[in-house]
């Protein structure tokens, strides 16, 4: 089945832990990006990657580091969380050709709380 | 000012109802348009992609774009309650897909 995975579905941690929160894609997508959901705010996004070793910022890309060493994985680091970082994170992944974009999968999120 | 409005609502229809749901955007470089539905506790899901100016229609779900006045559409016939849901548009341009706030939809039986 199509799908692109996100790991761990819920996490709560403590300020200044460093986390990880891995997603994966078995379509063999170029274009990977993540996501945050905020009551209010909708969906923002936090970086995105045009291919391997490719990545770029989004619109709040502040205390979050992304690395793509691999076409099917797109993890999301922390470095030092913060209560500000509690958030509802979605992984999103799509086909490209050339500037073309053909609809985004999304993962089914991650629920992060940070005490 | 944003560069996707979209109103929050929510929005509550009785079955059967026709639903429009609509989204407004400042930026002339977009060029992708999606409608995309999001069940409580689950990622969104791609509903309708649309190129162009005009009407996509697939089923009961009609996608409408106006370019010139910077204005998407989406119209759901019939509406059941399995279409509770909210509903988000969303616009690309050089990479980056930059969603509405999402309209929360409830069809009552």
């Known amino acids: 089945e199509a799908q692109v995975t996100q790991n761990p579905r819920y996490l709560i941690t403590v300020t200044g832990k460093k986390l990880t929160v891995t997603c994966s894609q078995n379509m063999n997508h170029e274009y990977m990006s993540w996501y945050r959901q905020d009551p209010g705010l909708g969906l923002r996004q936090i970086y995105y990657?045009?291919?391997?070793?490719?990545?770029d910022k989004g619109d709040v890309p502040e205390g979050y580091k992304v690395s793509r060493k691999e076409k099917r994985n797109f993890p999301l680091i922390l470095e030092s969380p913060s209560p500000n970082q509690t958030s509802l994170y979605f992984c999103?992944?799509?086909?490209?050709?050339?500037?073309?974009?053909?609809?985004?999968?999304f993962g089914s999120g991650t629920r992060l709380t940070v005490v | 000012q944003k560069e996707v409005e979209q109103d929050p609502g929510p929005l509550s229809v009785p079955e059967g109802a026709i639903v429009s749901l609509n989204c407004t955007y400042s930026?002339?470089?977009?060029?992708?348009f999606m409608w995309y539905r999001q069940y409580s506790r689950k990622g969104p899901e791609l509903l309708m992609y649309t190129y162009s100016s005009g009407n996509k229609e697939d089923g009961r779900f009609t996608a409408q774009v106006d370019k010139s006045s910077k204005y998407i559409s989406l119209f759901i016939r019939d509406s059941q309650p399995s279409d509770s849901a909210t509903y988000l548009c969303a616009m690309s341009r050089a990479g980056k897909l930059i969603f509405g706030q999402g309209t929360e939809l409830s069809v009552k039986p």
């Open positions: 990657s045009m291919n391997v070793e490719v990545t």
């Open positions: 930026n002339s470089a977009f060029q992708y």
């Open positions: 999103a992944s799509s086909l490209t050709v050339g500037s073309s974009y053909y609809g985004y999968t």
